[in-house]
């Protein structure tokens, strides 16, 4: 056959063959040549030059897919065609097709490829026994602008050595997946380096062997002592979303810097292991960089902002600075979160929070005046008596102080409050009933009640009103005649220490919420504000967001 086209490393493969045929006693020659006629193959070149091809343009647009579960996608497909068969044929017709086996196994063999399942694991070979019958095996790898980390740093293979204690052995202390070590296959975490191109690292510091592997160019080989016991590291599907942002250069803790996975507060991470309990390897959702960086554990962050708060308390005791009385139960770092698709016929409540006087309720009138058919708002409670002209179910639920005090103590309330010894408030049941009547139920409750709010059954999309920076606080609100939302009793104007007073209460907010935002959105100008909310939920009715795992389970 023409080997013009055949494969480099095939080609030295049967090169290899063919020259210690003699020494492969075990092997009789049917056995050699089947094996010398599949190098040869026209098939398995092919197969291997696809496959160089699409590891050789990670880069290019064509081979990023757009998601990597498109199998998930199809079990919630089917699950909303389920309840559409008897309405449409149309739909009964794709709820077939999609159930089909070779259908289900073209998304199965699409995930595979779009998760990078197709690296190849190669045996360890190959093996020899030395002088003291120690096993040894023998590993090339192409070097490359992946980190090789210890004390120093040098580009090398995706991996990260230590000097391993009482024994000052070279050792492999973390393989990041998507590497060049990992995608071999033959490098394990433990595995003991004895020698890198010939030269032995007998005596050298973990600075010494990255020294020595950056004189040298093209293929690294390690002369290496297997691990006493290794597992092969399988990926995990574990996305989180991030609450605080991270760069590596900054961490003096970081083992490898270069190894390090920069985000910001939001990103939507992918876990790839969770093996160390320090240091987890993951990637950004959508990077075309397959490689795995080191970001720190939800343990070691937790400890990390636990010291930082502690530092600030003390700071704040020796300014004399009050303490507010914010929630500081949770410590936000991770949230496992999962893609939920939009689904006929139910619709998140819209949850828009702030602090007081910054127009979350003027946004929720808008909103509610486009399309009143379609946008309701919960009708509140009250242990008041009814006034002239005010109906029961109409303007407010009206019940006993007691009754009402009983079903907030048993929680029945998502928010509740007293004024001039009488309660009001919203109960959970009311929210519900909207959700389930097919409404967009909208909501500007307290802060707090999110903690209520934020379930898998209502699944709310929580939008937070921000206000500008004091001189846009104060210029729009002056121009707008807007009126104190502090003074319940004269209508006038915002005062400066009011715009302060909201800005500062929107910081305290955010500062203890924030990780329950879905959109924040600064209202400087009411009218581009409102736009904005309009687009957000275009986005929640037509777009699958990311949610906590726990909701689409």
């Known amino acids: 056959m023409d080997n013009s086209n055949w494969d480099a490393a095939l080609s030295k493969l049967l090169i290899s063959l063919e020259d210690n045929k003699t020494e492969l006693p075990s092997c009789n020659e049917e056995e050699l040549n089947f094996l010398s006629d599949l190098l040869k193959s026209k098939e398995l070149n092919a197969l291997v030059n696809i496959h160089n091809k699409i590891i050789n343009n990670t880069n290019d647009e064509k081979f990023f897919p757009i998601l990597s579960n498109s199998m998930d996608v199809d079990v919630d497909v089917l699950d909303v065609l389920a309840s ?40 360890e070979l190959p093996l020899e026994v030395d002088e ?101 590291v399988r990926e995990s599907k574990v996305r989180v979303r991030a609450h605080f942002s991270y760069t590596a250069a900054d961490d003096p803790y970081i083992p490898c810097k270069e190894a390090g996975l920069d985000f910001v507060k939001g990103d939507i991470l992918h876990i790839v292991t969770q093996d160390d309990s320090h240091w987890w390897q993951a990637r950004r959702e959508g990077d075309r960089n397959m490689r795995a960086g080191l970001i720190p554990s939800r ?38 979160v999962a893609k939920l698709y939009p689904r006929p016929g139910f619709f998140r409540p819209v949850v828009l929070v702030g602090p007081p006087g910054v ?13 009143p058919d379609k946008y309701k708002t919960p009708i509140p409670y009250t242990s008041r008596p009814p006034r002239p002209g005010e109906l029961n179910g109409k303007d407010y639920f009206f019940v006993s102080h007691e009754n009402m005090k009983e079903d ?52 709310p999309f929580v939008v937070y009103v921000k206000p500008p920076r004091f001189e846009i ?16 009793k004269n209508s006038r104007g915002f005062t400066d220490d009011e715009f302060h007073e909201m800005i500062h209460s929107g910081e305290r907010i955010e500062f203890h919420y924030s990780h329950h935002f879905d959109e924040t959105i600064i209202n400087a100008d009411l009218s581009m504000a409102f736009e904005e909310l309009v687009s957000a939920i275009s986005r929640l009715e037509t777009v699958p967001l990311w949610v906590p795992a726990s909701w689409v389970q």
């Open 84 to 123: 559409k068969t008897h309405v449409s044929e149309d739909c009964k017709e794709l709820f077939h097709l999609l159930q089909k086996p070779h259908m289900q196994a073209l998304l199965c063999t699409h995930d595979a490829v779009a998760q990078k399942d197709y690296y190849p694991k190669i045996p």
């Open 132 to 232: 003291d019958d120690e096993i040894i095996k023998i590993v090339e790898l192409i070097k490359s602008d992946e980190p090789l980390c210890g004390p120093g740093v040098e580009p090398i293979v995706g991996a990260t050595i230590k000097t391993c204690e009482g024994t000052d052995k070279i050792i492999f202390a973390r393989i990041m997946l998507g590497g060049p070590a990992d995608r071999s296959g033959a490098i394990h975490v433990g595995d003991e380096v004895l020698e890198v191109n010939g030269i032995s690292v007998e005596g050298k510091t973990p600075a010494c062997v990255l020294k020595i592997l950056d004189d040298f160019e093209g293929t690294v080989t390690f002369k290496l002592v297997p691990a006493s016991s290794k597992c092969g």
């Open 299 to 336: 343990a070691l962050q937790e400890r990390n902002i636990v010291l930082e708060r502690q530092l600030k308390e003390k700071s704040d005791e020796s300014d004399n600075i009050k303490n507010d009385d914010f929630d500081r139960e949770e410590i936000p770092t991770y949230e496992e």
């Open 359 to 371: 127009g979350r309720n003027e946004l929720k009138r808008r909103l509610v005046a486009t399309d």
């Open 408 to 459: 907030i103590d048993s929680g029945k309330f998502i928010e509740y409050g007293e004024y001039k010894g009488n309660l009001y408030g919203t109960s959970r049941e009311s929210v519900e009933s909207l959700v389930n009547a097919g409404y967009v139920c909208v909501l500007s409750p307290h802060y707090q009640a999110l903690k209520m709010l934020r379930n898998p059954q209502l699944k």
């Open 473 to 488: 606080l104060k210029e729009t609100r002056n121009e707008a005649r807007a009126r104190s939302t502090f003074d319940e």
